[in-house]
C-alpha cells in the first residue's frame, strides 16, 4: 500500500468509500446515452445469469440474482468475544439488545461482535487513540487516506500481524471466499511487499468524465465516446458561450472544481487526454519522475488555464466543494462531471438526477484522446478499498489468527449466496422484502440496523441492476474502455515515511498553485519555480524513499 495518493482517489474515497467496496449497482430505469450499444442479446449469458467480464479488474453482470446457496459451513466463532474497528458512513444504529440483525449476525459468526463503528469525520482520531493505548482491537480497518496517516507508522512500526504465510499460497487455501478475491486486491494492498491484511476488493477502472450529450448537440458537437481534447476545450468553451439550455441566458458553464493536489482544476479530461502519468513515472534505469514534472502534465495546465480564460469554468468553481460541484451539475449549471463511474446509474444516480430536473436531459461518459487522435490514459485505482489486519498482539495465538480469519471467510462470501444475502440485506421480512422478479429491496428497518456492522467483510464486486438488468451491460463496457487504456501508479505499494509526514501540506502546496496559475493570477511560466520549490519541500526526498524501497523490493 502506498503512501502516495491521487487527489482523484482521495476524494472518491472520502465521500463515496462505501460504494467502492459495493457488491452490487441497484439501478432505477434505464439511463439514456448517446452510443447506448449493449443490450442482452448481443452479449451471451453463461453461469447461471451471469455475463462475464472479459477484462481482468472490470467486474462480471448478473442478470438474474440466482438461488442464494451456502458458501461456508457450520460457524467461524469458536464462541467467545471479537472486537472489531470499522469505519462508518452509515446512520448510527441500534445497539445489540435492540437490533435483531445484529443478534442473529452473532448467531450465525458464533462469536459476540464487539464493533466500534467509528464516523469517518473521526476515524483518524479514534485510531490514534488506538495507537496511543496500545489495545487494539481483533480486527482493525486499515484505511490512512480517510485522515488516519497514523496507521503508516503503525504498519511500520509493526503494529500489526504479518499475515502472508495465510493468505498465499496453501495458507490462503484455507479459506476458500478469500482466496477468490482477485490477484491485484492481494497484489497492491501489500505494504512493503508483505501482507498484513485482508482487502475490501473492487474493480480498478478509474473515473471517467461525464458530459451533457443532449448540451452538445445543441452547441453542434456530434456526441461520442472518444474524443480529443480538443473537442472537450470545445465543448468546455461553447457549455459556457453557446446556450447549451436554449433559455437564451448566461446561466451554463463548461465545468465545476473539487479536487486537490496537481489535478485541482480537472474532471478527468486533461490529465488522461495528455496521457500524464499516474502520480510518478518509473523510468527504465529504475528512477521516479513525478507527475507534474513531465511534459505531458504542463501541456494537461496549459490545456486548463485556456480553459479558465475562456471562461469554460463556473465562476463560484474555485471555491466549489465535492457537494457543490455535483449539485450544480444535477441543476443544469454545468455540462462536465467526474466520479465514480457506477454512480450515474441507479435509483439515486447521478443520471436519474439529472432527467428529474430536465426529463430530455441526456449523458455520455467520454475515454479522453490526445489532440492527435490516439488514446490518451487512464488511471487504474488500486482495485481494493483498505484492508482489515489483526495485531501483532495476537502472534503466536495460531487458532486464534486462524479463527479470525475464519470470520473474515465467512463475510467474504461471493454475490448470490447465503451468507452475502444475509450479510447486505438481513433477515427477509424485517430488513428487505422482494419485488416482483424476486430482488431483495431494503427496507427501512434494514438500512438502520445493518449500518456498518459488517462494512469491511469485503466481496468481489459484481454488477446487478435488477429493476432493468441491462444497464449493466453499458456498466460494464465503459469499465471495459477505462481499463484498455488504464496504467498504474508504480509508487502504489512503495513506503515513503517523507510522504506520510508532509503529503497534505504538499498537496496543499499543489493545490494552490496550480489554482493561482489556471486562473491567471501567475504565470504558466512560473510553474519551474513551482516545482522546484515542491522538490525542496519534501518532494525529492520522497522520491529518494520510493527509489530507495523500489530498490528493495527488487525493482517493479
Known sequence: M???????????????????????????????????????????????????????????????????????????????????????????????????????????????????????????????????????????????????????????????????????????????????????????????????????????????????????????????????????????TGFSTGDPNGNGNPDTWGAGRFNSGWTTWDNGYAVFGHGVPFDWRLEADGTMTAMAETGEYRQALEFLTNAYAAGAYHPDAATMTYAAALDTFVAGGTGFHSESFGSFFGATGVGTRIQQVNPAGTLEYVVPH???????????????????????????????????????????????????????????????????????????????????????GGTPSVIFTPEEPEIGLTVQQGLHESVAVGIDNPALTLYSETEVSTGPSLDQFATDRVTAIVTGREPLSSFDSVIQEWLDRGGQQIREEYEQALQEQGGL
Open 2 to 236: 502506498s503512501t502516495g495518493h491521487s487527489p482523484r482517489l482521495t476524494r472518491r474515497a472520502a465521500l463515496a468509500g462505501a460504494a467502492a467496496a459495493t457488491t452490487a449497482l441497484v439501478a432505477a430505469p434505464r439511463i439514456t446515452f448517446a452510443q447506448d450499444t449493449a443490450t442482452p442479446a448481443a452479449m451471451p449469458v453463461t453461469d447461471n445469469g451471469f455475463v462475464r467480464s472479459t477484462v481482468d479488474g472490470v467486474p462480471d453482470v448478473c442478470l438474474q440474482l440466482p438461488q442464494p446457496y451456502a458458501a461456508t459451513s457450520g460457524v467461524p466463532g469458536n464462541g467467545g468475544t471479537v472486537r472489531a474497528f470499522t469505519i462508518s458512513y452509515a446512520t448510527p444504529g441500534p445497539g445489540r439488545d435492540d437490533n435483531p440483525y445484529w443478534q442473529e449476525l452473532e448467531r450465525r459468526l458464533g462469536v459476540t461482535w464487539e464493533i466500534d463503528m467509528t464516523p469517518q469525520p473521526a476515524y483518524g482520531e479514534k485510531s490514534s487513540a488506538y495507537f496511543a493505548g496500545g489495545d487494539l482491537p481483533d480486527l482493525f480497518y486499515l484505511n490512512p487516506n480517510q485522515g488516519a496517516p497514523q496507521q503508516w507508522q503503525g504498519l511500520n512500526q509493526g503494529a500489526f500481524l504479518d499475515l502472508t504465510d495465510y493468505l498465499t499460497g496453501e495458507g490462503l487455501a484455507q479459506f476458500p471466499n478469500l482466496a477468490a478475491f482477485p490477484e491485484f486486491a492481494w497484489r497492491n494492498s501489500r505494504f512493503q511487499g508483505r501482507q498484513y491484511g485482508i482487502p475490501l476488493p473492487g474493480g480498478i477502472a478509474s473515473d471517467l468524465p461525464f458530459y451533457r450529450s443532449d448540451w452538445a448537440t445543441t452547441i453542434g458537437v456530434t456526441p461520442s465516446r472518444t474524443l480529443t481534447v480538443d473537442q472537450i476545450g470545445q465543448l468546455l
Open 370 to 456: 490526445r489532440a492527435n487522435g490516439t488514446p490518451g490514459v487512464t488511471w487504474n485505482t488500486p482495485g481494493f478499498f483498505g484492508m482489515v489486519a489483526i495485531p501483532s498482539s495476537v502472534d503466536g495465538d495460531e487458532e486464534r489468527v486462524l479463527e479470525l480469519l475464519r470470520i473474515m471467510d465467512w463475510l467474504a462470501a461471493p454475490f448470490g449466496s447465503e451468507e452475502w444475502l444475509f450479510k447486505t440485506y438481513g433477515i427477509e421480512g424485517l430488513h428487505f422484502t422482494r419485488d416482483e422478479r424476486g430482488n431483495p429491496i431494503t427496507t427501512e428497518q434494514g438500512t438502520l440496523e445493518r449500518a456498518a456492522l459488517t462494512y469491511f
